[in-house]
């Protein structure tokens, strides 16, 4: 499974890109609005600044919601750096707008996913990435990685070249339960991330053999 750091704070990326684990970045207008970034101009240099710390793919999002407008900002965002996948909301002309970007050569996430229904149309149009939302799901008392493993499923059976991006992660165990349904790539926050390394034993574990060092 590919790990991808769902952030758009440059601390934050480099020091997951630091670890040596990381083969992406996501991001959203949500994560943008909350490091600060306005303008075109600052957004699309925002965006460069992000490829230029991780050698992966980075999902930078369209802001308009008709198709015309959604292709032309798509074709600016794609021109930024070959690493970007122009990211497309799940709407009826959010799949016009992948068809056409997969007919053009240009890598697309279908974001806000939260059925299977939705992810078989954006596997059908194209989109490299489909991203089912687990976090949100759970938050509305739904399960958020039984969608992991229909959407593993059917993407199998049918033979479906999308990944499964599982997106709206949480925490770690998020991360472990996605790993084990079938997601391809989890982005998750780096905090969730840097959870997968916390054990009391083996803090407990390393204290003893450091204190045993000084014996030998
Ligand atoms: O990638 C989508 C993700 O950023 C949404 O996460 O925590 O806002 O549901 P969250």
Redesign the pocket.
Known sequence: MKFFV??ANLSHIKEAADLGILDGV???P??MAKEGIKGNENILKHYADICALVDGDV?AEVLSTDFESMVAEGKALAAIHPNIVVKVPMIKDGIKAIKWFTDNGIRTNC??VFSAGQAILAAKAGAAYV?P?I??ID?SSWDGIQLIEQLAHIFMVQGFETEI?A????NPLHIVRAAEAGAHIC?C?LGSILGLLKHPLTDIGLAQFLEDAKKM
């Open positions: 769902d952030t996501t991001t959203n949500s994560l999902s974001t806000l991203s939302f976090g949100r938050d991006l997106a709206s992660i949480r982005t926050p």
